[in-house]
């Protein structure tokens, strides 16, 4: 079955470090490019940071740029989100979204396949 | 970078059809992607590159684009439609991020 699977989340203090991960099956993981999305419970969806097949390109939102580090393991089947210097403004479900195929949208990015998300809160 | 805006809530009847805008500045210059979200569960795309209805979607839903408007229309709506629905957008400047939500709409069906 294709599929993506979040792990890692749970409760933080302000300034602490995190690292979520997400675990794909089902497809051929190096053939995509990777991202993170985040939803604070009840509000609309945030895209965090993304990157290409190996991990060589990276974006970040400013929102996050200097504190968070996306990175991906294509060996393990495995992309990483390390947080740093959280704040409770980072208090969200963390999803993890597959590229879509660049033959359906040529350079754009959008997401065709999506984990179920890993909640983080940061709370003193 | 840019936003995209969508009107919070729309409400309609089983049967009648929903139209759901999603409004930028450089609409014109970018193709629309949209999402629904039903409670508890991971986004899941609807229509791609403005027009194009993802494998698996059901005909009902349609997209169009014109200027600075994006539409999401959803003909004939049934019960199971009542959802969150996202518009998204890319950047391909290397001085923007590449993604962009709209701030999404709650469809009711009532």
């Known amino acids: 079955e294709v599929q993506l699977a979040e792990s890692g989340g749970r409760v933080a203090r302000p300034g602490e470090s995190l690292r979520v991960s997400c675990a794909a099956s089902?497809?051929?993981?190096?053939?995509?490019?990777m991202a993170w999305v985040r939803q604070v419970p009840g509000k609309g969806l945030e895209w965090v940071s993304g990157?290409?097949?190996?991990?060589?390109?990276?974006h970040y939102a400013d929102s996050v740029k200097g504190r968070f580090t996306i990175s991906r393991d294509n060996a393990k089947n495995s992309l990483y989100l390390q947080m740093s210097s959280l704040s409770v403004e980072d208090t969200a479900f963390y999803y993890c979204?597959?590229?879509?195929?660049?033959?359906?949208?040529?350079?754009?990015?959008?997401?065709?396949?999506w984990g179920r998300g890993t909640l983080v809160t940061v709370s003193s | 970078s840019y936003e995209l805006t969508q009107p919070p809530s729309v409400s309609v009847s089983p049967g009648q059809t929903a139209r759901i805008t999603c409004s930028g500045d450089?609409?014109?210059?970018?193709?629309t992607y949209w999402y629904q979200q039903k409670p508890g569960q991971a986004p899941v795309v609807l229509i791609y590159?403005?027009?194009k209805r993802s494998s698996g979607i059901p005909e009902r839903f349609s997209g169009s684009s014109s200027g600075t408007t994006a539409t999401l229309t959803i003909s004939g709506v049934q019960a199971e439609d009542e959802a969150d629905y996202y518009c998204?957008?890319?950047?391909?400047?290397?001085?923007?991020?590449?993604?962009?939500f709209g701030g999404g709409t709650k469809l009711t069906v009532l």
């Open positions: 979204a597959r590229r879509g195929d660049a033959a359906m949208a040529g350079t754009d990015w959008f997401f065709d396949l």
């Open positions: 089902g497809f051929t993981f190096e053939d995509f490019g």
């Open positions: 990157l290409n097949w190996n991990g060589a390109n990276t």
């Open positions: 450089a609409l014109p210059k970018r193709h």
């Open positions: 590159k403005d027009i």
């Open positions: 998204q957008s890319t950047d391909s400047s290397a001085t923007s991020p590449p993604v962009v």
